[in-house]
């Protein structure tokens, strides 16, 4: 089993930054694609970031630019430092996992979720 364990989230003013970390620890593969996604009460959770296994990576259209996606392989880690942060981007984030290295911007291909973080972010 893997477990996936959030830190970073926060209460920040619009044009501020926060830094998200997600440690994942037990039986992975080889550098798991990993992703942050976010929802919002009665919407369905969202696609933010991804990274693959070799390091690629994808955003979501709103978030380029200002959010950056970023992995620590010794350390099992993937990172979201958000700048510039929106009131919209207010939201639980969770880290994502999967078995496997390539990415996927669908929360259906993950196999492993943290617990979720708020990230809110005041006008």
């Known amino acids: 089993q893997v477990q996936l364990v959030e830190s970073g989230g926060g209460l920040v003013q619009a044009g501020a930054s926060l830094r998200l970390s997600c440690a994942a620890s037990?039986?992975?593969?080889?550098?798991?694609?990993m992703g942050w996604f976010r929802q919002v009460p009665g919407k369905e959770r969202e696609f933010v970031a991804t990274?693959?296994?070799?390091?690629?990576?994808y955003y979501l259209d709103s978030v380029k630019g200002r959010f950056t996606i970023s992995r620590d392989n010794a350390k099992i880690t993937v990172y979201l430092q958000m700048n510039s942060l929106k009131p919209e981007d207010t939201a639980v984030y969770y880290c994502?996992?999967?078995?496997?290295?390539?990415?996927?911007?669908?929360?259906?291909?993950?196999?492993?979720w943290g617990q979720g973080t708020q990230v809110t972010v005041s006008s």
């Open positions: 994502a996992a999967r078995n496997g290295s390539y990415d996927y911007v669908s929360a259906s291909e993950y196999d492993y």
């Open positions: 990274i693959s296994g070799s390091g690629s990576t």
């Open positions: 037990g039986r992975t593969v080889s550098r798991p694609a």
